[in-house]
């Protein structure tokens, strides 16, 4: 089981920066795959980026790449989401999530919710023009 906090989120003016921070709980932790998801009002909760199990692979949605950066500490149980430039378009709320790769056809997907068993109750970031 893992509980995930999310903080950080606020509002900024469009072209500033945010850093968000995923507080987990667990110990096993290190073992799973992170994520963080959006939802704007209106509209589907969306994939923005993923980190895997020790960081090596990173994948990223084509709207946040180059502004957004993904990490994690292991020893810390705590992952961020460095934004920079961030555009009015980027307002939802953003949740973080914990789970492993959905495997398909020989491929790991990490953009897909459905294979994020743990989420957090997420974090409000508002951007104004």
């Known amino acids: 089981q893992v509980q995930l906090v999310e903080s950080g989120g606020g509002l900024v003016q469009a072209g500033g920066s945010l850093r968000l921070s995923c507080a987990a709980s667990?110990?096993?932790?290190?073992?799973?795959?992170m994520a963080w998801f959006r939802q704007a009002p209106g509209k589907e909760r969306e994939f923005v980026v993923a980190?895997?199990?020790?960081?090596?692979?990173?994948y990223y949605a084509d709207s946040v790449k180059d502004r957004f950066t993904i990490s994690r500490d292991n020893a810390k149980n705590t992952v961020w989401l460095q934004m920079n430039s961030l555009q009015p378009e980027d307002t939802a709320v953003y949740y973080c999530?914990?789970?492993?790769?959905?495997?398909?056809?020989?491929?790991?997907?990490?953009?897909?919710?459905?294979?994020?068993?743990?989420w957090g109750q997420g974090t409000q970031v508002t951007v104004s023009s």
């Open positions: 667990g110990r096993t932790f290190s073992s799973y795959a």
């Open positions: 980190i895997s199990w020790r960081g090596g692979s990173i």
């Open positions: 999530a914990a789970g492993r790769p959905t495997y398909l056809s020989g491929t790991y997907f990490y953009n897909l919710r459905g294979g994020y068993d743990y």
